[in-house]
Each structure stands twice: as structure tokens, then as C-alpha cells.
């Protein structure tokens, strides 16, 4: 098993920045492919970026290349998603997960999930 907590949510007014945080306990972490979805109301869930085992790949989702940045510290348990020139539409809540995945990616399986945080960007 692996637990997930998400931090960093909050609001924010368009153009600003936020900087979410997961922290995993439980198995090793570095064993893991790492993501962030997030579901908007009314909407499907939908990939943001992942991060592999190493950090050395990573995947973003179109919407959100060259404003958004997945990191990981595996001496630390954490993945890192900071976001820039926040937009509406980024209105959402915003969760992590895990997967044993070599490369992560979009498609790739995730089988732990923390229960999410708020990110509302105001215009």
C-alpha cells in the first residue's frame, strides 16, 4: 500500500501561481511512477503530467505544457506540481498517484490515489 496526502491547494487570481505537494508514506517510493489528474464540476478526470521512478521523464498534457512543472525528491517522499500563469480553467481539484509504471504517461496504470486538493484560479 501506498499513501498518498496532496497539500498546496488554495485560490488564486488568474495569472498567479501555486505550488501542490504529495507526499507518499508506505512502500518505496522511488519504486513508483508518479502523476497529477485533476476534475474540474461537471467534467471527466483528466491527465495533467507525470514523472518517472528516476524524474528523468516526464509527460504533460497539452493544456498545461510550459506553465506547469512535475518534480520529484525521492529522499523525500514528495512530487512537486508548480503552476504558473494560472488560468480559469484550471479551476479544479487536483490529485496524485502511483503506479508502478517504467515510463508513466497519460495511459500508464495508477493504483493508489490521494483524495485531492482544491486549486480555484479566479478571473
Known amino acids: 500500500q501506498v499513501q498518498l496526502v496532496e497539500s498546496g491547494g488554495g485560490y488564486v487570481q488568474a495569472g498567479g501561481s501555486l505550488r501542490l505537494s504529495c507526499e507518499a508514506s508506505?512502500?518505496?517510493?522511488?519504486?513508483?511512477?508518479m502523476t497529477w489528474f485533476r476534475q474540474a464540476p461537471g467534467k471527466e478526470r483528466e491527465f495533467v503530467a507525470s514523472?518517472?521512478?528516476?524524474?528523468?521523464?516526464?509527460y504533460y498534457a497539452g493544456s498545461v505544457k510550459g506553465r506547469f512543472t512535475i518534480s520529484r525528491d525521492n529522499a523525500k517522499n514528495t512530487v512537486t506540481l508548480q503552476m504558473n500563469s494560472l488560468k480559469p480553467e484550471d479551476t479544479a481539484v487536483y490529485s496524485c498517484?502511483?503506479?508502478?509504471?517504467?515510463?508513466?504517461?497519460?495511459?500508464?496504470?495508477?493504483?493508489?490515489w490521494g483524495q485531492g486538493t482544491q486549486v480555484t484560479v479566479s478571473s
Open positions: 514523472i518517472n521512478w528516476s524524474g528523468d521523464i516526464t
Open positions: 508506505g512502500r518505496t517510493f522511488s519504486n513508483y511512477a
Open positions: 498517484g502511483a503506479g508502478l509504471s517504467q515510463l508513466g504517461g497519460p495511459r500508464a496504470r495508477y493504483d493508489y
